[in-house]
């Protein structure tokens, strides 16, 4: 019953939260206009490159257990990964799509250990590959300016600073992190430094989680170079989806290289801030103010998350329908989890 009532008050939020944004538009009839009436073939397209980066990281999480000689066939993956899908337009941030494929797979394989390494491991390339394109695009736009010449406001000038000294010094923790978690002696080095912070008794427990699930990948440096190039075109994928939904509401008004630069902060977002099912609410928040400051418009960048997440729901149906056939078929691995013999 916590949990239900839990659910009801994040829904309640997010759908707040839209309602809230939607109330503080200059012109709300003209926008809905503009939605209603946006290009449908570019939206088809976004639609596809958001299905292509879903079935993409099925792929490369496949990469990630063959290293560990876990096999599993690309329909079993692309499944769980569209559960995954689900799960995340419809739980707070995407905790819980990972913990569901986590779940699904150890249940599947009897492999626990090895199913939660391979979904961390995931996790934090893709992390890491996501900061890289920020400090990349930020970078650039902050250096050359706007693509057209279109100059900056004082406001984006200094949030592009911002974005790129944060992303740049995030992806090069990231990386550090990365190096010492691949080498012994610099792991036994960090846990010593982490065992003299205030925090100890709850951060080292963490970063020896961490450390045991990259073990199995010290010298699985192809398995880790494919699966950071996968998430490269995942990036990029999901950039262009963004673009293209943005082109259908309002043609040239934004860059690729803009959405670049924003895509990973707008991520970053969801994940910070778990306020509601899918990021109902703080995705078009987070697009809105991102729009806004590099002078795209506040009502463009609403329009552009909520259309992006009404696509998301409606790729991620393919998820429920397998999550559905799975438990009536006794093989779902969410209620009916199989036992660990090891």
């Known amino acids: 019953m916590r949990n239900r009532l839990l659910g009801l008050i994040k829904i309640a939020v997010g759908i707040g939260l839209v309602v809230l944004l939607f109330r503080t538009l200059k012109d709300p ?18 639609m596809l490159c958001y299905a292509s980066a879903v079935a993409i990281s099925g792929l490369k999480w496949g990469v990630l257990l063959r290293a560990t000689g876990t096999q599993v066939s690309v329909p079993r993956l692309l499944s769980y990964q569209w559960m995954a899908e689900f799960f995340n337009n419809f739980l707070p941030a995407q905790v819980g799509g990972d913990v569901m494929r986590g779940y699904a797979l150890a249940s599947d394989t009897h ?16 992390l890491t ?3 890289l394109a920020a400090a990349v695009a930020s970078t650039g736009m902050f250096l050359l300016g706007r693509p057209g010449g279109v100059p900056f406001s ?3 000038q200094l949030f592009m600073r911002f974005a790129a000294l944060g992303s740049s010094g995030a992806t090069l923790l990231l990386l550090l992190l990365l190096t010492a978690l691949l080498s012994r002696r610099l792991k036994r080095q960090v846990e010593r430094i ?6 100890a008794s709850r951060v080292v427990p963490v970063w020896q989680k961490l450390a045991g699930a990259f ?10 170079l494919i699966t950071a190039l996968s998430s490269g075109a995942i990036v990029v994928l999901t950039s262009v989806n963004i673009w293209l939904i943005s082109q259908a509401v309002e043609p040239g008004r934004v860059s ?3 959405v670049l630069a924003l895509n990973p902060i707008i991520v970053f977002a969801l994940l910070a801030v778990p306020l509601s099912p899918g990021g109902l609410g703080v995705r078009q928040a987070s697009f809105a103010g991102l ?5 795209a418009g506040y009502d463009l960048g609403f329009a552009v998350g909520l259309l992006q997440q009404f696509i998301g729901y409606l790729v991620s149906i393919p998820g429920l329908l397998l999550w559905i056939r799975g438990n009536r078929q006794g093989r779902g691995a969410v209620e009916q989890p199989a036992p660990q013999p090891r």
């Open 29 to 46: 009839a003209a926008l809905w206009q503009q939605v209603t009436e946006a290009n449908k073939l570019l939206l088809v397209g976004g």
């Open 154 to 156: 004082d406001e984006a």
């Open 291 to 295: 729009f806004l400051l590099i002078g």
């Open 111 to 126: 492999r626990k250990a090895d199913a939660a390494a391979s979904v961390l491991i995931d996790r934090f390339i893709g």
């Open 256 to 258: 690729l290289l803009e």
């Open 129 to 131: 590959v996501f900061m």
């Open 194 to 199: 982490l065992d003299r912070l205030p925090l």
């Open 215 to 224: 073990n199995a990948y010290r010298h699985s440096y192809r398995a880790l």
